[in-house]
């Protein structure tokens, strides 16, 4: 096998598991040193030159990180990234005047951005510095999007999300508040240089049994948590049943037993293994006695003159495979459950009634419309998609990276240049070494479990519906946590021409992810040397170049390597080496070749 | 030494022996040793052919003597028993040890210093009574803990770091088990634990004396150019002669091989040492022939490694001396100690 090529920064960046799997690559490890370190404010800038959101992130992440977590491999749990971004939030100092001004000119160019969400101000909080004159047009009078209509303030407090908001709007982005826009073409006519659309996935879906038309008490979940954030609602009847048990579920479970309901029912078709919501999500709504009940399947709305008094389910019996896979089922009963009100919470569809069908922008078979995956651009030059609105929908942390990439194209586009031409990654290595077994990162390996997050009490967290529940790490419980981060972004870097193949590496190391091996063709024959030889999907394993004294090759698992460093330290010649991997991932400002200066 | 100690990871899949052990479990402290000795890996062989062979790590005996080599004992097999020395007088004790229980498992590890020179009269008595351990001598030519003069197994013409020649000839360990009648002898390369944690357990599971003579080199004072035991000359001029694979009893395939490079040795636990050879006509379990093929490897580049020579029909020391099978702590103690009475009728007959 050819050696690897460590140059790809790929290569590397994908050994840092959590920042892998972050839409938006936040560096993870880099700022959990940072909170470790006591410097709250540094780790939050870093944090926002990626994820642009860190105090809302921070609470309501879906957190593509945390399952990918090294630590994972080891023990249990991860590390509780999403709570230290949290932490780094909370702990920062006044942050505004490191953040970009309002450019004294602009460079001339309007961008129009739809729907005042995390994507269209992810795009303006890139091109707004830039000298580009970015106008939200938002339906509602607040601005915030579905991190504020469909996220209870229990879970994320109006003031975090406002205050992140407002740095970007104080870099001279004009919000235009209850000003929906009710057609493209018209939007077309306004003389804009560039249009983005971040409008979400407004479409709540609905639930045709019988019954449906005949009554009432019946709601859409992304609609009335809407109408609850609004203010519009502020009760529910006592007994409530929730269709559907993904994250929106949970959230409007634990919204009911905000607004009175006192006995809340979360219907699932299927058994638990296949639940859409997250894990945590699922525990904090369990934590506050929240029935769920599986494999039961609506079929119809049961009434009375009118009114809503239960539903009727099927319960069904589930064949599943060796593999968890359901082969089959049946139905074997029915039950009815009374209940006051009914909540759906079965997904979401986007839904663009405004954009006329004449506007040049092309529609697929499933009327939504067509967009192009690297520069989000739709079939019209210009016209731009993002977040929820692209692809359907996903998360916060998508619809912040689709932002990015967003304005890079509206960048390109406005300076017309090729929308294709993106200035790749790159990767820079600094060698942590500070002396003789001594490092710049804390490398030994610290087995302390995962902090458990603090919850408000329970009488105290029902009597107001905006009462935050979780409150943060204690510093003891991020003194901790900090510590269980492996340091993925602190690489194994190994220089063959200095070996002299005298195997301390392989010996010490802790979960024996080393070997020297004799060529071979293929991956599988030189995996057979390690101990724990399998290959897990995604993980690669390193070949080095020829060994000089024998002509074998080292040979490293990157599975389960804990980068604690023991291998350099071990090393006579200092074949391997920490080195810290510093990804720069280029955002609009960033695009080579570079742009003329507008702010100045 | 590092900066932190080695943590115990448990990983996905970690694979257990017999006795549903890790590998980790067969660890002991952390090294003191130089970065990149030849002895860590050593020691790293050892603990892997106690793990394959599953056994209890509390029915095994460590001993040593004095220098770096001796230190390794800590290193691996922490639940095991074990004795620190005085210097060169392991072999004495391991022989005491061995003579009061029978039952375990004896690991000697010392080094050419401590063997070679003030033990080696210790030594060689413990080769010729045959006791049943395995002697693990990691051989680096050179005086390490006193920073660097030749050892008695430094090769004549051989350079000290500082360029001094060495003009005395060694002693080869190898050479003098063979001239008084070690049952097991053999030679292993610290960096090739694909030939040694065979050995090794090959060795350990022997009925007799067995001493695996290692190449172990030693970075800080023996590892440079005009060095015969640096990590480059035993690379360069390894002749691998002999692979012995220790074969279970519960494993044992019966194959058929003519083609003269493979033999089976037959153990007294049942078990079986497969002999694969690299050279098809050397006989590792011919005496003579052996000890000629080893003293024509005498004086030249050639580092012959492999089972040089084995010899299961030699009685160990119990059997030759009519010993008491059973361990002594297992002896009640009237039979133990019979008294004054039954000394003084003993004491007759000496009379």
Not at chain 1, 122 to 128: C, E, G, K, P
Not at chain 1, 316 to 321: A, R, V
Not at chain 1, 480 to 491: F, K, M, S, W
Not at chain 2, 274 to 284: A, Q, S, V, W
Request: aromatic content about 8%.
């Amino acid at each position: 096998m050819k050696p690897t090529d460590t140059a790809n920064p790929d290569y590397f960046h994908k050994v840092v598991d959590c920042q892998w799997a972050c839409p938006a690559h936040t560096p993870v490890p880099a700022y959990i040193r940072l909170i470790a370190q006591g410097r709250y404010s540094d780790a939050y800038m870093l944090n926002r030159e990626s994820n642009v959101f860190p105090g809302v992130l921070g609470r309501v992440c879906d957190r593509p990180c945390e399952p990918a977590c090294r630590r994972t491999r080891v023990e249990e749990d991860p590390v509780a990234i999403c709570r230290l971004k949290r932490v780094a939030a909370d702990h920062r100092d006044d942050i505004t005047d490191r953040l970009p001004k309002k450019p004294k000119t602009t460079n001339g160019k309007k961008i129009a951005l739809i729907g005042a969400g995390p994507a269209s101000f992810t795009v303006a909080n890139d091109l707004a510095p830039m000298g580009y004159e970015c106008t939200i047009f938002e339906k509602f009078g607040k601005p915030g999007g579905l991190m504020r209509s469909n996220i209870p303030a229990f879970r994320l407090p109006e003031s975090v999300l406002m205050e992140e908001i407002g740095y970007i709007l104080d870099m001279g982005v004009d919000l235009k508040l209850n000003t929906p826009v009710e057609s493209m073409s018209w939007l077309y006519e306004q003389g804009y240089d560039a249009i983005f659309v971040g409008t979400g996935a407004p479409k709540g879906k609905d639930l045709n049994l019988d019954g449906r038309a005949e009554t009432s008490n019946i709601h859409i979940g992304i609609d009335w948590l809407e109408s609850v954030a609004f203010d519009h609602t502020d009760k529910i009847g006592e007994n409530v049943i929730i269709i559907g048990v993904g994250n929106t579920a949970m959230d409007c479970c634990r919204t009911s037993l905000r607004l009175g309901a006192k006995n809340v029912k979360v219907m699932a078709r299927k058994p638990r293994a296949f639940f859409k919501a997250s894990p945590w999500e699922l525990e904090d709504a369990e934590e506050e006695d929240v029935n769920i009940l599986i494999n039961h399947s609506p079929k119809s709305f049961v009434h009375e003159n009118g009114k809503l008094t239960g539903m009727v389910f099927e319960n069904i019996e589930y064949d599943i495979d060796d593999n968890g896979k359901i082969v089959g089922q049946e139905v074997v009963g029915e039950t009815l459950i009374p209940c006051d009100d009914v909540i759906l919470a079965i997904g979401q569809d986007n839904a663009f009634p405004w954009i006329e069908r004449d506007a040049g922008i092309e529609f697929d078979k499933w009327d939504v419309p067509v967009v192009d995956k690297t520069t989000f651009e739709s079939t019209r030059k210009g016209v731009f998609f993002g977040g929820d609105a692209a692809f359907g929908p996903l998360n916060i942390i998508w619809a912040v990276e689709h932002g990015h990439q967003a304005a890079i194209s509206i960048h390109k586009h406005c300076q017309g240049t090729d929308l294709m031409d993106r200035t790749p990654d790159e990767i820079t290595l600094e060698s942590t070494k500070m002396g003789m077994n001594e490092w710049r990162y804390s490398n030994a390996y610290d087995s302390s479990e995962r902090r458990e997050m603090e919850h408000v009490d329970m009488v105290k967290r029902f009597q107001k519906l905006d009462t935050e529940v979780e409150l943060g790490f204690t510093a003891e419980q991020f003194a901790t946590e900090v510590q269980r981060c492996l340091n993925c972004d602190v690489h194994t870097v190994f220089e063959p021409k200095l070996c002299e193949e005298c195997d301390a590496c392989i010996d010490i190391c802790p979960v024996e992810c080393l070997a020297i091996v004799p060529h071979a063709e293929t991956e599988a024959e030189l995996r057979a040397d390690l101990t724990v030889s399998e290959k897990v999907e995604g993980q690669d394993l390193y070949v080095s170049g020829d060994l000089p004294l024998t002509g074998r090759i080292m040979i490293k698992d990157e599975n389960v390597c804990l980068h604690c460093g023991l291998c350099a330290e071990r090393c006579p010649t200092s074949a391997w080496d920490m080195a810290e991997g510093i990804l720069e991932i280029h955002h609009a400002d960033e695009q080579e070749p570079a742009h003329a200066e507008a702010a100045e | 030494m590092s900066s932190f100690i080695k943590p115990k990871i448990r990983r996905k899949n970690e694979p257990v022996n017999d006795l549903g052990l890790i590998r980790s479990d067969y660890d002991g402290a952390m090294s003191t040793l130089c970065a990149g000795c030849g002895h860590d890996s050593v020691t790293a062989a050892m603990g892997r052919a106690f793990f394959e062979l599953s056994i209890e790590p509390h029915r095994a005996v460590k001993v040593s003597g004095i220098g770096c080599s001796s230190k390794t004992t800590s290193y691996f097999l922490k639940e095991a028993h074990g004795n620190n020395t005085v210097h060169g007088r392991m072999p004495s004790v391991a022989t005491g040890a061995f003579a009061a229980n029978a039952d375990l498992t004896y690991i000697g590890v010392s080094g050419d210093g401590d063997s070679l020179s003030i033990g080696v009269g210790q030594l060689i008595h413990a080769m010729r009574r045959n006791v049943n351990m395995l002697y693990v001598l990691e051989n680096n030519g050179v005086y390490g803990l006193t920073k660097g003069q030749f050892s008695a197994a430094a090769d004549i013409g051989s350079t000290a770091k500082k360029g001094a020649v060495n003009q005395l000839p060694p002693i080869d360990p190898v050479a003098l088990a063979m001239s008084v009648g070690a049952s097991f002898v053999a030679r292993g390369f610290s960096g090739d634990r694909e030939q040694l944690v065979p050995l090794i357990k090959a060795g350990l599971m022997h009925k007799g004396f067995g001493l695996i003579d290692v190449i172990s080199p030693c970075v800080s004072f023996n590892d440079h150019k005009g060095s015969t035991k640096s990590y480059e000359h035993t690379y360069k001029y390894y002749h691998k002669s002999v692979h012995a694979d220790y074969v279970p009893p519960s494993k044992e395939i019966k194959a058929a091989y003519d083609d003269g490079k493979t033999m089976d040795v037959e153990l007294h636990d049942g078990g079986t040492i497969r002999l694969r050879k690299t050279d098809k006509d050397y006989d590792p379990t011919n005496r003579e022939h052996a000890m000629k093929r080893i003293m024509a490897s005498g004086g030249s580049d050639e580092v012959l490694t492999g089972l040089l020579f084995i010899d299961e029909q030699q009685p160990d020391l119990h059997q030759r001396k009519n010993m008491e099978d059973r361990p002594l702590n297992e002896i009640p103690y009237a039979e133990l100690n019979p008294g004054a009475a039954a000394l003084k009728e003993l004491q007759k007959g000496f009379r």
